[in-house]
């Protein structure tokens, strides 16, 4: 009878492990310029920016300058599809597109997170996704996202 | 001493080159260099028409694209085309600059422009000839070079423009739009257009686009030009365009008509569209189709032109692709077409792509 009442309570342990450990937990994570006066950033601009609509941090007047882990990792793969709502192959023709015909340059593309922090660290007005287990709070600013 | 201006000597060649260590990063961060270069065969598959009959290869194009921030509101862009093994010295070829412009950052909904740019007319003008952005061989031509299909229609808008231009990104109750308007000196064959204008009036290009949902896109662009030549008159284009993806299923379509109004004789209404739908696999491989069409008046009976394009483009590399095709081109019987057998022919097309 006791083993019968356990069972929900670790259902619901089970449950709870589950959420805290990351289950919707997406593998990669913001960073911007410490010099940024931003703390948290929306899921619409950043679809914005990494789709060249939004160029312009318009508190301070600063170029926005995305870079990201290049296409073919999985960090990367997941950014894409998870918060710019396209395929690596999408995503790809959408910034030929936009490029050849005088748009602009597409995020600039890096093989390793320290790459992408180190470029995000130089300039002021940059953003960067990398893995999250490689985000340098010392270097950079960690931003949430929200909906 | 020796020894002091010797350490001193090495301390400022640190300090120098890692001077020119962050000079030179911020300098290559702020230039992209990027481009696209594209090889293509093309041969003739029927007895008669106006195909290549010999199979030809054709070094098509090679252009470098440079984007420039000279500052964080300004962007220098350029594209500089060489096309089909350019030499000069024996009159061959083409060096073309396809759009040199400077932009200046309002914000994202306010971007000025100045310089010469692709006219912002409906979907294939600005991608121009950059193959890797499209699956096909060539452009849609029924709206962009509607020549290739048949004889005597006009064109819509010319390619280019010199002149000011405003571009902006926004949103609308959480959907995206874009806009384009571009005023410039219009079409014109006496003068270089891009140096000086022949028309008392000025060409105005607008386009508006808006994304109901992520996976469709609509737009619609309008040209209007009035010319000094009464026998040119005033052109007026309309375009329609749609984009919608559904998963791998991608379909295109555009829809233009154009009314030119010469001052002395009556005017002619010509209309053209293309669909195109594909597919894409997750190999890397698309196969396409196009049926372009082309109406030269709306007044006139058996002027229309089409070509139906069936296609296959397959990404080797995410900077390479590999395109086959055939062309059929067909036409009435009032078409520069009817002297064929069949009135048309087949046309093979294909082509090796590469962008960067």
């Known amino acids: 009878m006791a083993l019968v009442r356990g069972i929900p309570a670790l259902v619901a342990v089970l449950a709870f492990s589950g959420a805290g450990f990351g289950a919707d937990k997406a593998p990669?994570?913001?960073?911007?310029?410490?010099?940024?006066?931003?703390?948290?950033?929306?899921?619409?601009?950043?679809?914005?920016?990494?789709?060249?609509?939004?160029?312009?941090?318009?508190?301070?007047?600063?170029?926005?300058?995305?870079?990201?882990?290049?296409?073919?990792?999985?960090?990367?793969?997941?950014?894409l599809e998870g918060a710019v709502k396209k395929s690596v192959s999408q995503y790809r023709a959408y910034w030929k597109r936009l490029l050849f015909s005088g748009g602009g340059s597409a995020p600039r593309t890096f093989r390793t997170s320290a790459q992408v922090i180190d470029f995000v660290t130089r300039q002021p007005g940059a953003i960067g996704v990398v893995e999250s287990s490689a985000a340098d709070a010392a270097r950079v600013k960690v931003l949430d996202v929200t909906n | 001493m020796h020894c002091k201006a010797r350490g001193l000597a090495a301390a400022l060649l640190v300090c120098a080159s890692l001077a020119t260590d962050a000079t030179a990063q911020d300098f290559f961060d702020r230039i992209r260099i990027n481009g696209?270069?594209?090889?293509?065969?093309?041969?003739?598959?029927?007895?008669?028409?106006?195909?290549?009959?010999?199979?030809?290869?054709?070094?098509?194009?090679?252009?470098?694209?440079?984007?420039?921030?000279?500052?964080?509101?300004?962007?220098?862009?350029?594209?500089?085309?060489?096309?089909?093994?350019?030499?000069?010295?024996?009159?061959?070829?083409?060096?073309?600059?396809?759009?040199?412009?400077?932009?200046?950052?309002?914000?994202?909904?306010?971007?000025?422009?100045?310089?010469?740019?692709?006219?912002?007319?409906?979907?294939?003008?600005?991608?121009?000839?950059?193959?890797?952005?499209?699956?096909?061989?060539?452009?849609a031509a029924s709206l962009n070079k509607n020549d290739r299909i048949i004889k005597g229609g006009f064109r819509?808008?010319?390619?280019?423009?010199?002149?000011?231009?405003?571009?902006?990104?926004?949103?609308?109750?959480?959907?995206?739009?874009?806009?384009?308007?571009?005023?410039?000196?219009?079409?014109?064959?006496?003068?270089?257009?891009?140096?000086?204008?022949?028309?008392?009036?000025?060409?105005?290009?607008?386009?508006?686009?808006?994304?109901?949902?992520?996976?469709?896109?609509?737009?619609?662009?309008?040209?209007?030009?009035?010319?000094?030549d009464p026998a040119v008159g005033r052109l007026v284009s309309n375009g329609l365009e749609a984009e919608w993806t559904l998963g791998k299923l991608r379909l295109l379509s555009e829809l233009a008509f154009g009314v030119l109004s010469p001052r002395?004789?009556?005017?002619?209404?010509?209309?053209?569209?293309?669909?195109?739908?594909?597919?894409?696999?997750?190999?890397?491989?698309?196969?396409?189709?196009?049926?372009?069409?082309l109406n030269l008046s709306t007044s006139r009976s058996h002027d229309v032109g089409t070509i139906f394009i069936a296609g296959l483009n397959y990404e080797l590399t995410k900077q390479c692709n590999v395109k086959l095709e055939n062309n059929f081109f067909h036409g009435g019987t009032a078409t520069s077409l009817a002297e064929f057998p069949g009135r048309g022919y087949h046309e093979l097309k294909a082509a090796f792509v590469l962008g960067f």
């Open chain 1, 28 to 79: 990669y994570t913001v960073v911007v310029n410490t010099e940024s006066k931003l703390s948290k950033i929306s899921d619409d601009d950043l679809l914005r920016i990494y789709l060249g609509k939004k160029t312009l941090w318009e508190e301070t007047g600063t170029r926005i300058q995305p870079a990201l882990l290049e296409e073919e990792q999985q960090v990367a793969q997941a950014f």
């Open chain 2, 156 to 228: 819509f808008y010319p390619r280019w423009g010199a002149g000011i231009a405003l571009h902006g990104d926004g949103v609308i109750g959480k959907k995206n739009f874009n806009y384009d308007v571009l005023l410039a000196n219009g079409e014109q064959e006496n003068t270089n257009p891009f140096e000086e204008d022949d028309n008392g009036a000025k060409s105005v290009t607008a386009r508006v686009r808006f994304e109901p949902s992520e996976q469709l896109r609509i737009g619609y662009s309008v040209y209007y030009d009035s010319f000094s």
């Open chain 2, 36 to 139: 696209y270069t594209s090889f293509e065969f093309e041969k003739r598959l029927s007895e008669k028409g106006n195909g290549d009959p010999n199979g030809s290869f054709d070094a098509d194009g090679f252009d470098l694209v440079l984007n420039i921030h000279a500052s964080e509101r300004v962007r220098a862009a350029l594209d500089m085309a060489l096309e089909h093994g350019v030499a000069t010295e024996d009159g061959r070829g083409n060096v073309a600059m396809e759009y040199g412009f400077v932009e200046y950052t309002v914000s994202d909904l306010f971007k000025f422009r100045v310089g010469k740019m692709f006219t912002p007319f409906g979907v294939f003008n600005e991608i121009h000839t950059a193959k890797p952005a499209f699956l096909s061989v060539k452009e």
């Open chain 2, 264 to 293: 002395d004789t009556p005017h002619t209404r010509q209309v053209a569209w293309y669909l195109q739908p594909s597919f894409h696999f997750k190999n890397g491989l698309t196969p396409y189709l196009r049926l372009d069409l």
